[in-house]
């Protein structure tokens, strides 16, 4: 099953990477993706529907968001760690450092605009519709978050660090 | 497209679930598909059983529809008859009360009921008085007339105490009068009574 469906394996790895945007942890971000593909097969079966995938693991990241508001924990195990305080050769073909330290700076809203926008080519419209805000504020939020981003690139070096996964080790 | 969406784009791009989650992930999906093909034949299965059950229901439904249609009609019917029979009463009472004060002339004169019944020979009766009439009476007359259809004889008399013409209506208690229940009553001045006696049907009008 595996290597037979590469379309659902493609739509799964995009939902990683949004997951991820939203948290900016792999481990979690394969939790939210797991749980949320999980429901939505046992609902709808598994017809590929990214829109309704990424709603599905958005609304279980605010749900676990909320969960850990209301009870925190002080269990290191439990602490949400940015993958940006280490690579994990696992999760990356090759790392750029600078840019995934940068997006950590990010505020959450700000990691998933940006990559709603940038990577997966939505338009304002469509971002607004899946994160329930208006078509102005998300134009406005996608200006501020390149804004930041750029800010922190500049101060701390636009020059682009990068770390292959072959070698498993960082060099930077 | 500038520099920083590039380096964000081969960020993302870069990012991918482990291959041992992703693994796990579709082993799950696998799984989770059999339980809904499982889920799946047991909703055909009991989708055909309906559909085979369904026409017996189907002619139970009928047989329910039937019933209650029947009943509405046994209900609409006894209704109708019922109104028909009160159609049928007071169409009657007219009949009578306007017989009786139309003053037609009779066909047959005579003081003797024996020589108007031998005179009125298509009545299918024998023309009798029926013993409930106590009161003195003078014998004027006869005619053919009908009570619903039905040939009748009127008999034309005079209350000899009361000195009020007095019609008594004589017929057989045919189908047509069969429902017709015994009463008194006065409709627009006359008092009009109707009885049985002797399988004859008797009607009898007077001034109130």
Redesign the interface.
């Known amino acids: 099953?595996?290597s037979s469906?590469p379309a659902?394996?493609a739509l799964?790895?995009t939902a990683?990477?949004y997951a991820?945007?939203l948290c900016g942890h792999a481990e979690m971000?394969?939790d939210l993706?797991?749980e949320g593909?999980?429901k939505v097969?046992?609902k709808h079966?598994?017809k590929p529907d990214k829109a309704l995938l990424f709603r599905v693991v958005r609304n279980l990241f605010i749900d676990d968001v909320r969960h850990k508001t209301r009870f925190p924990s002080d269990s290191f195990d439990e602490q949400l760690l940015s993958d940006a305080t280490g690579f994990e050769p696992?999760?990356?073909?090759?790392?750029?450092l600078v840019?995934?330290q940068g997006?950590a700076e990010l505020r959450r809203v700000d990691r998933e605009i940006?990559?709603l926008w940038?990577?997966e080519g939505y338009t304002a419209a469509e971002i607004a519709e899946l994160t329930d805000q208006s078509r102005g504020t998300v134009l406005s939020q996608i200006h501020r978050a390149?804004g930041k981003?750029?800010n922190y690139?500049e101060l701390h070096g636009?020059k682009?660090l990068t770390v292959v996964k072959r070698t498993g080790k960082q060099s930077l | 497209m500038n520099d920083q969406d590039q380096r964000l784009r081969d960020h993302y791009q870069n990012l991918t679930m482990s291959q041992e989650k992703l693994d796990q992930l579709l082993a799950a999906t696998a799984a989770a598909d059999a339980v809904i093909t499982q889920q799946n034949k047991r909703q055909t299965m009991a989708s055909a059983v309906r559909n085979f059950v369904a026409p017996g229901k189907q002619w139970a439904s009928w047989v329910g529809v039937g019933l209650a249609c029947g009943l509405i009609l046994a209900l609409s019917m006894g209704m109708y008859n019922s109104v028909a029979d009160n159609k049928r009463t007071e169409h009657t009472l007219r009949e009578v009360a306007l017989n009786h004060t139309t003053r037609l002339e009779p066909e047959f004169r005579g003081s003797s009921l024996a020589n108007l019944d031998n005179s009125m020979h298509q009545l299918p009766f024998a023309l009798v008085l029926p013993k409930s009439i106590t009161s003195e009476y003078e014998l004027i007359g006869s005619r053919y007339c009908s009570l619903s259809g039905v040939l009748a004889a009127h008999v034309k008399m005079h209350d000899k105490k009361s000195g009020k013409p007095m019609s008594l209506f004589v017929a057989s208690n045919a189908d047509e009068l069969e429902e017709i229940p015994p009463q008194q009553t006065i409709l627009e001045g006359v008092e009009v009574q109707f009885w049985r006696e002797g399988g004859l049907f008797f009607a009898l009008a007077q001034r109130s």
């Open positions: 099953m595996s469906d659902l394996e799964l790895q990683y990477r991820h945007a971000a394969e993706v797991h593909w999980l097969v046992a079966g598994h696992s999760h990356y073909a090759s790392y750029d840019l995934a997006l940006l990559f940038v990577f390149k981003l750029k690139l636009s682009k």
